[in-house]
């Protein structure tokens, strides 16, 4: 949650910078927990999660 507070605090100040890359967020906060985990201060699939 602090990530993303801080990554809006950064939108609001200066939005420009962030227009271009809105797209690439194509996942909610949830769908992104249940896919991924942070190992090591790095983003890894679950291990759990098919690729069906």
Known sequence: R???ALLELSI???PQCYL???NR???TREE???RFE???GKVVPRK???NA
């Open 12 to 14: 609001r100040r200066d």
């Open 38 to 40: 942070i190992k090591e």
């Open 20 to 22: 271009w890359t809105h």
């Open 2 to 4: 602090r990530y993303f």
């Open 48 to 50: 759990n999660i098919s």
């Open 25 to 27: 967020w194509k996942r």
């Open 32 to 34: 992104f927990d249940s």
